[in-house]
């Protein structure tokens, strides 16, 4: 056979299977598209209705403007800003535990350690991303509470600062990993030009590594935040259940995961008002973490920096 009539065969072949899987592949992923547009489009019916429903017995106003949430006392008291502080208490200690730790293994990782240091201690750090967080909530409320006891005589039992502390070890991983892939990313020239002009290592990361990754540091913050913003087990174990909006780091508390999960166990009869709070607990937290995404899209698209 002569290679013209071997390539003439080729190309028929490849032409039969690739129209087959021309038809086959598009419709699959459509199919799949699908499924996660449709999912999120019944979540948002689906709060967005029952939300209403709340709202037509319970006043707006009330619910975003008042801090008292009693759920139990006779019709109820429904503010929200008793469970909105809760949960950004415990998301701003666990920032102030996160970021930097995150961001500082991430930086030594990136530019300091060596590739065999590399292998090990990243898989390691990585380890904490796998832990139950019903095992974090446990150390948190028989290692760190205890720790914290024997510093300040004014800790509870249950008190945001414990809970927040081991919600930011747990985010850490997710800060450091992220992070570090961002500053790797940056090219070695870029480096090499700004020690080449007499730079040290550290001002080189500082001032190339760093605002050349900024907008993939920023994704990893705004990933690690909303991780801590939707955690349940730790807050429910290690916080309380108290709404509480104070400023008061040492009381117990209740996050809106953690009325969500406390409710959902069996405590509401359908059709209360207390059943339809979930749901506009559930669209607050939800409007939340929209709001903070929007955000960081700003910065990741303001600082995007393209090679």
């Given at each position: 056979m002569s290679n013209n009539k071997i390539r003439d065969q080729i190309v028929k072949n490849t032409r039969n299977k690739s129209n087959v899987f021309e038809k086959i592949i598009p419709v699959i992923l459509i199919l799949i598209?699908?499924?996660?547009v449709l999912a999120t489009i019944g979540i948002l019916v689906t709060l967005i209705t029952e939300s209403l429903e709340f709202f037509s017995r319970v006043p707006i106003t009330e619910f975003l403007t008042s801090a008292t949430w009693q759920p139990y006392v006779g019709d109820g008291e429904w503010g929200i800003w008793a469970l909105i502080m809760g949960t950004l208490k415990i998301v701003i200690i666990a920032v102030i535990i996160a970021v930097p730790i995150g961001l500082g293994a991430a930086i030594y990782l990136s530019e300091y350690a060596t590739e065999k240091v590399r292998r090990i201690i990243k898989p390691i750090l990585e380890v904490l991303a796998g832990i139950p967080t019903v095992v974090y909530g446990f150390f948190a409320i028989n290692f760190v509470n205890p720790i914290l006891q024997s510093i300040y005589s004014g800790f509870g039992l249950y008190n945001a600062v414990s809970a927040g502390i081991v919600v930011g070890i747990m985010i850490i991983p997710m800060i450091a990993s992220l992070s570090e892939d961002a500053m790797s990313s940056v090219p070695a020239s870029m480096r090499e030009g700004s020690l080449g002009m007499g730079a040290t290592r550290l001002e080189t990361t500082i001032r190339v590594?760093?605002?050349?990754?900024?907008?993939?540091?920023?994704?990893?913050?705004?990933?690690?935040?909303?991780?801590?913003?939707?955690?349940?087990?730790?807050?429910?174990i290690a916080a309380g259940s108290t709404p509480n909006a104070s400023f008061d780091v040492t009381e117990p508390l209740q996050t809106m995961t953690g009325f969500i999960v406390q409710i959902t166990s069996g405590d509401a009869a359908f059709g209360t008002n207390l059943y339809y709070s979930l749901f506009a607990v559930g669209m607050a937290l939800f409007v939340m973490t929209l709001l903070m995404n929007i955000i960081a899209a700003w910065f990741t698209n303001r600082y995007k920096e393209d090679y």
């Open positions: 598209t699908l499924v996660s590594v760093i605002p050349a990754a900024f907008s993939g540091i920023i994704a990893s913050f705004v990933l690690a935040i909303s991780r801590a913003i939707g955690e349940t087990m730790i807050v429910s």
